[in-house]
Each structure stands twice: as structure tokens, then as C-alpha cells.
């Protein structure tokens, strides 16, 4: 059953800064999605009524600004009512849609370049996006940037079509050889872009939709570890190198918990209830709960419950390759990948290949012996 409800939502820049306030948004649920409709308007955390949906009588002009909402929130209902009265899904898509229609339809819409949509589809989506997703991005931007000075031409909604896409990975993979990897990463950028495009009436362009225009996805040929060589990594002496330490602990942690680099800060006695561990994470901005084994609690305990602050992904992973030699990781691991040089093998002992994306895997390996 399709529903409205008001929320609210810190930004990015409200949870690095720890403010009080939040951003008020009109959240629709259609299935199994949901779409936000910002409200323009934010409040303090503490005068926001969540049972209620609305904001507390201590708020000053509590009345006004929540039949300011109240209206918001009845812009949304009637593309919902609508759409029901006219036998139409009102999927989130759609509701959205007909909602930016309305919009740009009242104040004229204006022509717009690709690149102008561009730049205002990142600073909005510093609100929603995660801070790693919009660096991604930025890159795929930089990546565009590249082809057109050496392609010697201009993107445009009207020209990003199956010959650019042809054109884009003899460029990309043909002439600057880099990973068909990265090639399907800018490909999802602009297929995410060009949708919102056309939701909002800019772009009518939608070569991009059809098969030809596809993400390449490449199977990873990663390592993993398995439990003998996990323990050999525990049992390791470092006792002379305090920062080697650090990082195994926060490796061991990462592997029992499975949370990605970017979430270890919140490995904490104070996000722990009844042997869970509850974080929201950063990546996706989601509360998770995670049983904790038995083999963390102890580890979390010696540092009286506050693990050391995390070094940089880059000097983790190369700490991490340190450690791995350290306990004799070193069998013999072949890697694939597909440049404009074609497909290509490479030959690594394990230790060079030890990073901190294996924590899933190692805990996946974890997780079968338990069962």
C-alpha cells in the first residue's frame, strides 16, 4: 500500500559538524522503494515529533511551519490520488517524476546543458549520496573530461549514444588501457544521470536504456583467506612494531564483524547492547546489527573499549601486505584483467594481495566453519 510520511534526515555536512539539526523530508513508499521530497525546511532534532510527524508546540511557530508541511506533504498525495484515479501505478518512478514535472513546468523550464545537469546532480546529491559514492563519481566525471579533449568534442544529451559508447571504450580500454572494471563505473555514472535527466524533462535522449548500452561487470579475482592462515596472522609476534599491531587488531575486528575500513570508528562498548553491535553505515547510510563472536568482545576489551583511530585505507592495505609476509602467506595467486592490451595474467604470492576488502570473505569463511 502506497504511504507518505514526514521525516527528518541529517545531511552529510550536519553528521561530520554534529549539529542539531535536520533536514525535514516527505518520505513515499511504493513496493519495495522509497523516494524523498525535501521540504526546504530544518529543524532541531530535539523538537522534531517522530510518532506524530510533525514539529512539538515548544518549537517557535510550530503552527505555521507545520501547516507549511502539512501542504508539502498533500502536493505529494495528489500525484498519488491521481495517478489511482487514472488507473496508473504510482510507482516511486513515477510519483517523482510528475513531481519535477510540476515543478519545472511552474517555473519554466530552462534549457540546460549535459554538463550543467552534471553539476547540479552532484551538489544535490551531497545531501543523499555518501561521501565515497560522490568521489566515484567525480572520477567518472574526470574520466568524461579526458575523452572529450582528446576526442575533440563536446557532450550533449543528443550525442551520448551507441557510437559514443563504442568510441568511449576504444578510448578508454583501446588507447588509455586501463580496466574494462573502470569503463562499466563511468557507464553507471552516466546511466544514472541520464535516468534522472529524463525523469525531470531535460533529457529525451534514451538510447542509454537500450542493450547495446550496458555496464561491463568483470568478476574480481581477489584472494581469500582461509582459517590457518587467519591464525597465523593473530598468533604473530609484532610486539616490537606498535603500528603493526594497530592494524592486525583492526584487521582481526574487520574479519569477525565484516564492516567495510569506513566503518571501523564505530566499533565502540558504546555501540555494543546484549552482544550486538549496532552502526549505521556509511556507505549506505543503513542501521545494521551484527552479532558479535566470541573472539571480539576480548580484543575491544584491551582497548577499554575504543579501538585506535584507523590509518588511511592506502597505508592499512600496506601494512597489511607487511603482516602478510611477516606469517608466510605466500603461495602462488594468479590474476586476470582485461586492458587494450587484451587479457592479461599476472602472478602474486597471496601476502601482496592482502587488502581490506577481504574482510567479507574472511568472515563469509568464518560464518561456514561456524554452521
Known amino acids: 500500500m502506497p504511504r507518505t510520511r514526514l521525516i527528518i534526515k541529517q545531511s552529510n555536512a550536519q553528521r561530520k559538524s554534529k549539529s542539531p539539526e535536520a533536514q525535514i523530508f516527505v518520505s513515499y513508499a511504493h513496493g519495495s522503494k522509497t523516494s524523498l521530497f525535501y521540504t526546504r525546511q530544518n529543524i532541531f532534532i530535539k523538537y522534531w515529533d517522530k510518532k506524530n510527524q510533525s514539529v512539538k508546540r515548544a518549537w517557535p511557530s510550530n503552527y505555521k511551519l507545520n501547516m507549511y508541511l502539512s501542504k508539502f506533504r498533500q502536493k505529494i498525495e495528489d500525484i498519488l490520488h491521481s495517478a489511482m484515479f487514472e488507473d496508473t501505478e504510482p510507482t516511486t518512478t513515477y510519483v517523482k517524476s510528475v513531481y519535477n514535472g510540476r515543478k519545472l513546468k511552474k517555473q519554466q523550464l530552462k534549457s540546460i546543458t549535459f ?48 557510437k559514443f559508447y563504442h568510441d568511449y571504450m576504444d578510448y578508454y580500454i583501446g588507447y588509455r588501457e586501463l580496466k574494462i572494471s573502470g ?131 592506502q597505508v592499512m592495505n600496506r601494512y597489511l601486505k607487511k603482516i602478510g609476509e611477516l606469517a608466510g602467506i605466500d603461495d602462488a595467486f594468479d590474476k586476470y584483467h582485461t586492458s587494450g592490451k587484451g587479457r592479461i595474467k599476472e602472478t602474486f604470492k597471496k601476502w601482496e594481495q592482502i587488502v581490506t576488502l577481504l574482510l567479507d570473505v574472511v568472515l563469509l569463511q568464518i560464518c561456514i566453519r561456524e554452521v
Open 115 to 162: 554538463w550543467e545537469f552534471v553539476d547540479e546532480y552532484l551538489e544535490n546529491g551531497k545531501v543523499r549520496l555518501s561521501s565515497s559514492t560522490v568521489k566515484s563519481y567525480k572520477t567518472a566525471v574526470s574520466n568524461l573530461k579526458a575523452y572529450e579533449k582528446y576526442s575533440r568534442s563536446k557532450l550533449e544529451f543528443d550525442n551520448i549514444d551507441l
Open 183 to 313: 569503463f562499466g563505473k563511468v557507464i553507471k555514472f552516466l546511466k544514472t544521470v541520464l535516468n534522472s535527466g529524463t525523469d525531470q524533462g531535460y533529457n529525451s535522449n534514451t538510447i542509454f536504456k537500450s542493450n547495446g548500452f550496458r555496464v561491463v561487470n568483470k568478476s574480481a579475482d581477489n584472494i581469500y583467506l582461509n582459517e590457518n592462515e587467519l591464525k597465523r596472522i593473530i598468533n604473530l609476534d609484532l610486539s616490537e612494531n606498535k603500528k603493526l599491531v594497530r592494524v592486525r587488531d583492526l584487521f582481526y575486528l574487520g574479519c569477525y564483524t565484516g564492516l567495510r575500513f569506513s566503518d571501523y570508528h564505530q566499533i565502540n562498548s558504546e555501540n555494543i547492547v546484549n552482544n550486538y553491535l549496532q552502526v549505521k553505515t556509511q556507505k549506505t547510510g543503513k542501521d545494521v546489527v551484527i552479532p558479535l563472536m566470541d573472539e571480539v568482545l576480548p580484543l575491544i576489551e584491551k582497548y577499554n573499549g575504543k579501538l585506535p583511530k584507523p590509518m588511511t585505507n
